[in-house]
């Protein structure tokens, strides 16, 4: 099978350790079953998210050195500012500590109650800060996006007659803009072609809507754009960014992904008066407007970041490695969602545990089994992330896919992790009538997920 290769070298090394069965039966107990409340120090390998937890270059290491603490407009506002110039082409940045408090900023600035958000699929923190306005946050993926099966290059498209209902349904007054996430997390890291986001931003435009990019994972997107769209076919991933972003009003950005940072984010945006308005909740909610919420060597590291993830050797390696784990698991005959993306393999838990109605979490028995198994530790991204009590009713309402990500940190696993990891997977796969489901024993009002309690029920 073709291995990806590093294009980089190891200098530190960061010990994990293997816990015994009794200690991860107990880690499991403790944390009523919610994989967000493991110890880490007791995780072999921890696939729960390629967010924060990349591991940094040398060159953005040593850039941490150079840190203006300052106040206001430290000389790592300006690189930041330069950087994001150059590889996005937006004027006009404002930091922020992560991804969602830029969601956070921006939906407080533009939405009202009773609007309507469309984006492909919102990530789970861009529907909660949706919803947190009282709007709607409004799903327009093409049917394929939701087919685990089919094969589509460009899964993570908007389907533009979902995006033209919606604006005749609902009328441009209620839609305060329009998003794309690049890419398509909650739908498998899948990308969204530039044809598409053309066409997106064509109907934005007729409209005057204006189009933000959900921008997290937007260099993984361009590669795929270049690897599947011909015409991209000899452009420059930093060329096909600027062409991405040229289409769009402005973007948020997690950094923790695609910029190779542990903490950090963004709004880009052309608007000067709403950059204005987005600067007045900045400096109530993270800090003054040249650092938002971070330090100054964070902003430097970032900008060091955004330039590094534009190497298509590292890109190749990166989506390589994604790829090499998807085809052993399909190999050994595992259901997963295909095509592979960009940041994750994703498991399709319905035929992996058909025994499990979906009020018994069977993605949650999936991930659970995999740290029992071999304490790895994944996500679950289906009914425990997002089925809704049906209003004024014990009834769920489920969503379409109930998927388990193994997310694959950037530069930071080796292939004989990857290997681990697929007989891990192997092996819960051949006992796989033995998974139990689960039971709700704590609900929090919104993101239930990070701190959910379960307890798991008896084998039928
Ligand atoms: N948008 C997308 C597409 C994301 O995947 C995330 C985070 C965010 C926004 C929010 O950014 O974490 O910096 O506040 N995704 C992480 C994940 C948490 O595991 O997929 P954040």
């Not at 306005?133 to 589509?152: G, M, N, S, Y």
């Not at 972003?245 to 000067?272: H, P, Y």
């Not at 009020?359 to 996500?379: I, K």
Request: glycine share 8%; charged share 25%; proline share 6%.
């Amino acid at each position: 099978m073709d291995k990806p290769l590093e294009p980089f070298r190891i200098k530190a090394v960061e010990p994990i350790q293997f816990p015994s069965r009794e200690q991860r039966e107990a880690v499991l107990h403790n944390a009523g079953f919610n994989l967000f409340n493991i110890p880490a120090e007791a995780v072999f390998i921890d696939l729960l998210t390629d967010s924060g937890t990349s591991a940094m270059s040398d060159h953005q290491w040593a850039g941490l050195m150079l840190g203006d603490e300052s106040y206001a407009q430290c000389r790592n506002f300006f690189h930041l500012q330069e950087t994001v110039q150059e590889v996005m082409g937006f004027p006009i940045v404002i930091p922020t500590h992560q991804g969602r408090a830029a969601e956070h900023l921006l939906f407080q600035t533009l939405v009202k109650p009773g609007d309507v958000v469309p984006n492909n699929i919102h990530f789970d923190t861009t529907r909660a800060n949706v919803e947190f306005r009282q709007a709607v946050a409004l799903d327009c993926a093409i049917d394929e996006t939701f087919d685990p099966d089919k094969e589509h290059p460009f899964k993570g498209n908007m389907d533009p007659a979902k995006l033209r209902a919606a604006i005749e349904t609902h009328g441009v007054e209620k839609i305060p803009l329009v998003m794309l996430t690049i890419t398509n997390n909650s739908g498998g890291g899948q990308p969204v072609s530039m044809a598409n986001v053309r066409e997106i931003a064509g109907i934005c435009r007729q409209h005057g809507l204006p189009l933000f990019l959900d921008a997290a994972r937007f260099a993984e997107n361009c590669y795929f754009i270049k690897q599947r769209e011909p015409a991209y076919r000899d452009k420059s991933i930093a060329e096909i960014a600027r062409e991405l972003f040229s289409l769009a009003d402005g973007c948020t950005m997690s950094a923790k992904k695609d910029a190779l940072v542990n903490i950090g984010g963004f709004i880009a945006l052309r608007d000067e008066a709403l950059a204005g308005r987005i600067r007045n909740f900045l400096i109530l909610m993270e800090g003054f407007p040249t650092y938002g919420g971070l330090a100054g060597r964070d902003l430097e590291t970032m900008a060091r970041g955004l330039r590094e993830v534009l190497d298509e050797r590292y890109l190749e390696y990166r989506i390589g490695q994604v790829r090499y784990l998807g085809n052993l698991l399909e190999t050994a005959g595992i259901p997963v969602l295909k095509p592979f993306g960009g940041h994750a393999v994703y498991l399709n838990a319905l035929p992996f545990a058909p025994h499990l109605p979906r009020a018994q979490f069977p993605g949650q028995a999936v991930a659970v089994a995999l740290y029992r198994e071999g304490a790895v530790r994944s996500v679950e991204i289906g009914s425990l992330m997002f089925a809704r009590h049906k209003p004024g009713s014990e009834a769920w309402e489920f969503p379409r896919l109930e998927l388990v990500r193994l997310a694959i940190p950037r530069r930071v696993y080796t292939t004989s992790h990857l290997d681990f990891v697929a007989e891990t997977v192997y092996k819960i796969w051949q006992n796989r009538q033995q998974l139990r489901g689960l039971r709700l024993v704590y609900e929090p009002p919104f993101l239930r997920h990070f701190t959910a309690r379960l307890e798991e029920l008896d084998v039928a």
